[in-house]
């Protein structure tokens, strides 16, 4: 069964226009940092500086892409449908965390190697492929604590506006407090202020952009421990919510 | 007898005001079941908890179907895609998307020319359509309508009326909410009345039928001896009008006439006052609310 809602879901998904929309604004976005990197430094910029930089817009973007999905499942009645066709709960949350993880893959994916082809040709090349790979892995997981935040909020918001005011809020959030906390850590070296950013994900991201991780291993353990947390959080409420 | 939706002391609470109170039902297999009820009555809660949308607060659900479907108030489409994509989605998530062929579900609700056409510029009949012919996928054993005649054209009203009664004869069982009691009546082969999130009264339509043969409205001339009559002939009647009674029994006119007469009450208009499931229903509230 959890198959079928997975290939129903990703039907849905790939028959809307969302996914592309989303694809499209990160390619925008990489070809915004690309064309800044390229022409306002005066000196040679390595590739290690571009290749993850539109990820600073990717949380955001991702939290409309999930609000829109999950909601759009609460507008059109495919949540209904589901729960119809298979009285499982805790499947259905975790097929469609799935299916949003696998479109919200897809934009990462994209991103990525479209900026890594796009700057191969344009910036010098002071990385190895394994270090690209390896951080390329770690923005996999930062994309699950993502994800799996994003979709419990929209499961329980289920308007798509509410949705979207609340998970792009708190994207931008996470993105000032990274920023703010950032510039606290390059002053004073606080070990809760360096917690708190090791667990914002767009703390993570401030890492993963300048390719300077301090504790890649440490963090990628976090953001599973982050993931499970809240899919747990998740199927538990999503169990005792009422679906209008 | 065999039931496929069987319910056991269900109630559901919403800021401290019950909408269900400990209902208790059963669906028999085979039938068009219509539930009946005022607005508020918890007519939809009790659709949403047998269809899991909703958790009863105590109470047992049992669902004796292996596939279901449910069309709850909104129908459930996907207004992006066409007709076709929409059967598709709903074969997928029913892992029958290599058996059958989407044209076959809209052909079989009268919707095979609407070819690509999006959903977002049906008509609201054909919608509701596009909807049943979604929920005929998995060949369903129990299908649950919740208002389905809503909005719908006198054409659309008697479409919809010949696929439920073509698909009960199929087997479906039928599970209906509907203000449209002059419809429920002429399908409907079983009733459950309820009100204030409790059920008031179950019947087939059968029984329906006998126990609402109608009534006699008689006139007559003298109101102490037609009440002396009454009462000890144990007949119930209500008062229409001063000297105009409405009398619910199996006594034929004439029983009547004669029987009164020996009590030296005269009649002087009689005649049968047939009962509509609207009439019945609108008594049943009253003598409830009493």
Not at chain 1, 172 to 191: E, V
Not at chain 2, 81 to 90: E, G, H, P, V, Y
């Amino acid at each position: 069964m959890t198959n079928r809602i997975l290939k129903a879901e990703l039907y849905k998904i790939f028959h809307e226009k969302w996914l592309y929309l989303a694809c499209f604004f990160m390619i925008i976005f990489s070809i915004g940092f690309i064309l800044m990197q390229k022409t306002a430094m005066s000196y040679t910029v390595g590739i290690n500086r571009v290749v993850f930089l539109p990820m600073v817009m990717y949380g955001i973007v991702i939290s409309v892409l999930i609000s829109v999905f999950v909601s759009e499942e609460f507008d059109d009645g495919f949540i209904r449908n589901k729960i119809i066709a298979n009285n499982n709960r805790r499947e259905i949350y975790l097929t469609g965390l799935l299916s949003n993880l696998i479109a919200s893959l897809i934009v990462y994916i994209i991103t990525a190697l479209f900026t890594l082809i796009v700057s191969y040709f344009l910036f010098s090349i002071n990385i190895s492929i394994w270090d690209y790979v390896l951080y390329f892995i770690f923005g996999i997981f930062i994309m699950l604590v993502f994800v799996g935040i994003f979709y419990l909020i929209s499961i329980a918001v289920g308007k798509k506006s509410k949705a979207i005011i609340i998970n792009m809020g708190l994207a931008f959030i996470m993105l000032i407090a990274a920023l703010i906390m950032n510039g606290m850590l390059m002053a004073d070296n606080n070990s809760l202020i360096q917690f708190l950013f090791d667990i914002n994900p767009y703390g993570q991201t401030a890492q993963l952009t300048s390719m300077k991780s301090l504790d890649m291993r440490e963090s990628i353990k976090i953001d599973a421990f982050l993931f499970i947390i809240f899919t747990i959080c998740g199927i538990k409420y999503f169990n005792k919510k009422d679906i209008n | 007898m065999n039931s496929i939706v069987s319910i056991k002391n269900i109630s559901k609470k919403f800021d401290k005001t019950y909408v269900l109170d400990g209902v208790t039902i059963n669906i028999p297999k085979g039938s068009i079941c219509g539930l009946v009820g005022p607005n508020g009555a918890g007519k939809t809660t009790l659709l949403r908890i047998i269809t899991s949308l909703q958790n009863a607060d105590s109470g047992q659900v049992n669902v004796n179907a292996n596939v279901f479907s449910g069309l709850i108030e909104e129908p459930a489409l996907f207004y992006e895609m066409n007709a076709s994509q929409n059967i598709t989605q709903q074969l997928i998530l029913y892992g029958l998307e290599n058996e059958f062929n989407p044209n076959d579900f809209l052909e079989y609700v009268g919707l095979e020319d609407t070819n690509n056409k999006k959903v977002k510029h049906f008509s609201l009949g054909m919608k509701q359509k596009l909807a049943i012919a979604m929920m005929l996928v998995g060949n369903p054993e129990l299908i649950i309508l919740d208002e389905p005649m809503n909005g719908l054209d006198p054409q659309g009203i008697i479409s919809l009326r010949n696929l439920i009664l073509k698909l009960n004869k199929e087997g479906v069982t039928f599970l209906i909410s509907s203000h449209l009691l002059y419809e429920l009546e002429k399908i409907a082969t079983d009733f459950i009345f309820i009100n204030h999130g409790k059920i008031i009264s179950e019947m087939t339509s059968e029984e329906f039928s006998n126990a609402n043969k109608g009534y006699i409205q008689l006139e007559v001339n003298d109101r102490d001896s037609f009440e002396k009559a009454m009462n000890d002939l144990e007949i119930p009647y209500v008062e229409a009008d001063n000297l105009k009674m409405n009398i619910f029994s199996n006594y034929t006119i004439t029983d009547l006439i004669i029987k009164l007469n020996d009590y030296g009450c005269i009649v002087t208009k009689c005649f049968n006052v047939e009962t509509s499931l609207e009439e019945f229903f609108i008594r049943l509230m009253d003598e409830n609310d009493k």
